[in-house]
């Protein structure tokens, strides 16, 4: 799951309407519920949904550096707030997601910064254990933005900046076995901060930025082909937040400049764009 700026309060999604067999129906409404606020302000952190739990860690510490080390972890169950064991390695802007190996659920986080300098470190939690523990380092700190999915129980981490001057069109692929990451066919172009997300077992990226200002581009990824395709463009500019997707609908919220409540939706099958109800 792409990176997740937090404030002190969580929203959840609930997901109304019906498709048929015959009629194509429209996008689902959202309507937004108030949760348990986050034990303090956690922004820049990288949030994952693991064993039916969200756990956001790291994040920038509003007082200024050091950066955060946390790991918090929210239960719907009981809609409350507990915490988890710090990470090795404090960062922020950072992507994390969750993949089954070794018989046990991990989440893996990836690049960041660590209020210094940008990070090319990756370390995963396991939840069953209660602990975190270091594995292999990206080809190179990535630290700004990177992007995070997980297809086929393979994580990618795609493009990134670093140290205010390079964005990069990386593209690489944890091998869990070897505790590698393997090189994949680059992005079209240079980008972080793009909203991501994983449909029909392929990477869609949408938005972000890069040298040339914002994007309004689909980026899509085909782990199978090892190759990218781009659809249509997004309606309006995107980067710094995530996208949801619920069937065969991609939900973009936030991150546009400007502050615009307005979601976007993009329909996969037919490749076109709606709006649901802002927020």
Known sequence: MKRSCFTTWVTALAIVGLC??????????????????????????AASIA???????????????????????????TNSWSSGPSMPTR??????????????????????YDGYSGLSTAERYIP???????????????????????????????????????????????????????PKAPLPFTLQAGL???????????????????????LVYDPSTNSWATE?????????TDAATFGEYSYLIGGVPGGSPVIDVYDHVYHTWSTASNY
Request: proline letters at 6%; glycine letters at 12%; charged letters at 15%.
């Open 20 to 45: 048929t067999a015959t009629t194509r129906a429209a996008p689902p409404d959202l309507a937004w519920t108030r949760l348990a606020d986050l034990p303090g302000d956690q922004h820049s952190a």
């Open 51 to 77: 064993n039916g739990k969200l756990y956001t860690v790291g994040g920038v510490n509003p007082s200024g550096p050091p950066e955060y080390d946390v790991t918090r972890i929210y239960n719907p169950l």
């Open 91 to 112: 960062r922020y802007s950072t992507d994390s997601g969750v993949i089954q190996g070794g018989g046990r659920t991990e989440l893996y986080v990836v690049g960041g």
């Open 128 to 182: 069953s254990l209660n602990t975190w523990e270091s594995v292999a380092s990206l080809s190179e700190p990535r630290g700004h933005e990177i992007m995070t999915a997980v297809v086929g129980n393979n994580l990618y981490a795609i493009g990134g900046f670093n140290n205010g001057t390079t964005y990069y069109a990386t593209n690489e692929m944890y091998d869990r076995t070897a505790n590698a990451w393997v």
């Open 196 to 218: 991501t997300t994983v449909w029909d077992g392929k990477i869609y990226i949408f938005g972000g930025n890069n040298t040339g200002g914002y994007s309004d581009k689909t």
């Open 232 to 240: 249509t463009d997004i309606p309006q500019h995107r980067m710094y």
